[in-house]
C-alpha cells in the first residue's frame, strides 16, 4: 500500500510524522512524497489558532479533492477537540484522537480495510526520512502539559505529561544516525517538562545521549524559559548540542505575561538571554510573541515592543491573537480590535526583519560548519543553488556546480554577505 504523511503546525506533529512512516514502512507499506499515488492518506492537524482550525480542515478538503479514492486518516489537535466536526468532513474515513496516537498505524490498517496488502516488508535503508528529502530528524521524547497558559488550546487537546524512556530515545537516535540521519531535534508539549513522570530531567536526557549516542548534531525544540535549571548553560560545552534555543515569550509587558498565566517575568527573561549570550559563543535566540492578547492596551505594546527590540532576537514566531472556545483567554474582556493587532503585526514583523539583518551582519567573516541540505533550481550563472543552516540555526545559502551534490554533508563555510532571508557564504574544501 502507498501512504501518503502531510502535517501542520508544530515540530511534535512532525516527529509523530516520523514515527508513523516508520511503523508502516515495517507493516509493509510504502511510503510516497505523492499524494495523488497513495492508497492511504494521513493528516495530523493541528489547532493552535483559529487560523491553524481553519487550515487544517481547508487541507483535508483539498488532499480528498486532490485523490478521492484514498482513504483518509486524520489526527491531531484539531480533531481531538472537534472531533464531530472533523468525522464529518469530506473524505475522512478515520478520526483518531491525540490519545490513540501512538496506535495509529495498527488502528488504520485494522479499521480501513485495503485490497492492497504488502507483498514483502520494505528494506530497512528504504528510510522515510530520506525518502521525504531529510537530513534532520525530529524526535518525540514527551507528550502532554502540566501548565495553564491562558490562551492555549494545546494543553486541552494533548492532555496529561508523559515521558518516554531515555533507553528508547537513545536507541532511536542511534538508529537514525546509522540510517545517516546528521541531527535530531528534541520535541514535546512540554519540553522542559521531560522526565517529570519518570523520576528524571531534560538535562539528564541530554547528557545521556551525548554520552550514548555518536550523532553529530543534537537540538532543542522550543523550552519555555521557566523550565532552564540552574547549570543548564555549561550543557553547550559540547559542540555537538546545537548553540540555538527556542525561548518563548510571548509578550514583552509584565501585566500582560499576568494575564497570560506566564511564570517567567521580563527580567527573569532577559537575564536568561544575557546569561546564554556571556556563556555560549555566537548563541541564538528565537522566540514567539502574541500580539493583541485581551485587554493589550496602546501603553503595554509599547513596552512588549521596546524590550523584544532590546532582546535583539534572530528569528520571531509572530501570532495575532485569536480567542480559542476552552481557554481562560476567550473569556477575558477588552478585546483588542482586527485593525489594531494587524498594525501591532506590522510592526513587529518590520522590527524582526531588522533584527534578522542586524544578527546576519553580525556573523559575517565568520566561519562554520553548515549542514547542507535542500537544492534549489540552476542559476543565470548555470550553478545550482543550496541551502542549509549553521550551528546557531542561521541559514545559509551557497551555489555548485551542476550534477554534483554537498547534501547531508557537514562543511565549513567562510560566511561572506547578508541577503533577505539567509547569508551567502563560500565552503572550505
Not at 546576519?360 to 545550482?384: A, D, N
Not at 551555489?399 to 539567509?422: G, S
Amino acid at each position: 500500500m502507498q501512504v501518503h504523511l502531510k502535517t501542520l503546525g508544530c515540530r511534535l506533529n512532525e516527529a509523530e510524522l516520523e514515527t508513523w512512516a516508520q511503523e508502516f514502512q515495517k507493516a509493509g507499506h510504502t511510503i510516497t512524497p505523492e499524494q495523488q499515488n497513495a492508497n492511504l492518506i494521513v493528516i495530523n492537524s493541528c489547532a493552535v489558532t483559529q487560523e491553524a482550525v481553519r487550515k487544517s480542515r481547508q487541507l483535508i478538503r483539498r488532499i480528498h479533492r486532490s485523490n478521492p479514492e484514498a482513504k483518509l486518516v486524520i489526527s491531531g489537535c484539531y480533531v481531538t477537540l472537534n472531533p464531530d466536526e472533523a468525522a464529518d468532513l469530506l473524505g475522512v474515513d478515520l478520526v483518531i484522537s491525540n490519545k490513540d496516537k501512538d496506535s495509529l498505524v495498527s488502528l488504520s490498517l485494522a479499521k480501513l480495510s485495503t485490497d492492497t496488502m504488502p507483498a514483502m516488508s520494505t528494506e530497512p535503508s528504504e528510510f522515510s526520512l530520506f525518502r521525504r528529502g531529510r537530513q534532520r530528524a525530529f524526535i518525540k521524547v514527551q507528550d502532554g502539559c502540566r501548565y495553564k497558559c491562558t490562551f492555549c488550546i494545546v494543553t486541552v487537546a494533548r492532555g496529561q505529561e508523559v515521558s518516554r524512556p531515555i533507553s528508547a530515545i537513545i536507541e532511536e537516535i542511534n538508529h537514525l544516525h546509522q540510517e545517516g540521519i546528521q541531527e535530531v531535534i528534541l520535541t514535546g508539549v512540554h519540553l522542559g517538562g521531560y522526565g517529570s513522570d519518570i523520576n528524571c530531567h531534560l538535562s539528564m536526557l541530554i547528557t545521556q545521549i551525548l554520552e550514548q549516542t555518536t550523532i553529530p548534531r543534537l537540538r532543542l525544540g522550543s523550552l519555555e524559559p521557566w523550565d532552564l535549571p540552574t547549570g543548564f548553560f555549561t550543557l553547550f560545552e559540547n559542540s555537538r548540542l546545537m548553540p540555538h534555543l527556542h525561548l518563548p515569550l510571548q509578550s514583552g509587558c509584565n501585566t500582560v505575561l499576568q494575564r497570560m498565566a506566564r511564570r517567567c517575568k521580563t527580567e527573569q527573561f532577559a537575564q536568561l538571554v544575557t546569561q546564554a549570550r556571556n556563556q555560549i559563543k555566537d548563541f541564538n535566540i528565537s522566540t514567539d510573541i502574541i500580539v493583541g492578547f485581551p485587554g493589550e492596551t496602546e501603553q503595554e505594546w509599547q513596552q512588549s515592543y521596546q524590550f523584544i527590540k532590546a532582546m535583539n532576537f534572530a528569528h520571531i514566531h509572530i501570532f495575532s491573537y485569536s480567542p480559542r472556545n476552552g481557554t481562560h483567554a476567550a473569556k477575558l474582556p477588552n478585546a483588542v480590535t482586527t485593525t489594531i493587532k494587524k498594525q501591532r503585526s506590522q510592526a513587529l514583523h518590520k522590527l524582526a526583519k531588522e533584527m534578522k539583518q542586524k544578527t546576519y551582519q553580525q556573523h559575517i567573516g565568520k566561519t562554520f560548519p553548515v549542514l547542507w541540505e535542500s537544492q534549489h533550481q540552476l542559476t543565470e550563472q548555470g550553478t545550482v543553488q543550496v541551502s542549509g543552516y549553521t550551528p546557531n540555526y542561521l541559514r545559509v545559502t551557497t551555489e555548485i556546480a551542476p550534477f554534483t551534490t554537498i547534501e547531508n554533508k557537514i562543511i565549513n563555510c567562510h560566511l561572506v554577505t547578508a541577503q533577505d532571508d539567509h547569508i551567502a557564504v563560500t565552503l572550505h574544501h
